[in-house]
């Protein structure tokens, strides 16, 4: 089961979720954030998401660590991220995911075509989009059609993914500005 740090700090908030009730804990919210940042499984190199007009969103990289540009988007859906990532109507655009878990059942083989030689899993033979920003990425994937898992498939695809990032805060943003332009860096790159 992986956990992310977002989600541990909210578990071991004083209160949850907002709530009046104190959560009770016998470790220190800095122990087990250690502990959990410890056993992840992936490097956790900082990025952040740079709007043009000035805001910043900052991140980790789960994907490839490379700087990119585009229009920033958002998608509301529930599942489907190997379908969104590889629509090409969002090509060239760094696409925000809503949903606050994304990876939990990593990516099927992208090569599979159906009886008519369509492809099963996919929209199109590569990932379109120039950019991911999710709220929290679940290392670990479990499903019975998965292939590799989504940072697999971002860092061979050579594209650029960020982690912690205010998604809901984002998808405000862009509702409120319409058109955003931003970009994904990493520090050392321009």
């Known amino acids: 089961m992986s956990v992310s740090l977002a989600l541990v700090r909210r578990l071991h908030s004083p209160r949850i979720g907002g709530g009046t009730a104190p959560l009770r804990c016998c470790s220190s919210t800095a122990a087990v954030v250690s502990r959990v940042a410890s056993a992840l499984p992936f490097r956790r190199k900082k990025g952040k998401l740079i709007l043009k007009d000035g805001p910043e969103f900052e991140g980790y990289s789960f994907g490839h660590e490379t700087s990119s540009a585009g229009e920033v988007v958002f998608n509301t859906g529930l599942v489907g991220y190997p379908e969104s990532l590889t629509d090409p109507s969002y090509r060239g655009q760094i696409l925000t995911l809503t949903y606050p878990i994304v990876g939990n059942y990593g990516v099927p083989d992208t090569t ?24 929290d990425y679940s290392s670990r994937h479990n499903h019975w059609n998965a292939a590799q898992s989504l940072s697999e498939w971002l860092k061979n695809e050579r594209v650029p993914a960020l982690h912690g990032v205010d998604t809901r805060l984002l998808t405000k943003y862009i509702r409120e500005r319409g058109t955003v332009l931003g970009k994904i860096e990493f520090s050392g790159q321009r």
């Not at 030689?117 to 950019?131: F, T």
Request: hydrophobic content about 45%.
């Open 112 to 135: 599979l075509r159906d009886k008519f030689g369509l492809m099963s899993h996919v929209e199109s033979e590569r990932i379109q989009v120039a950019g991911m920003l999710v709220q």
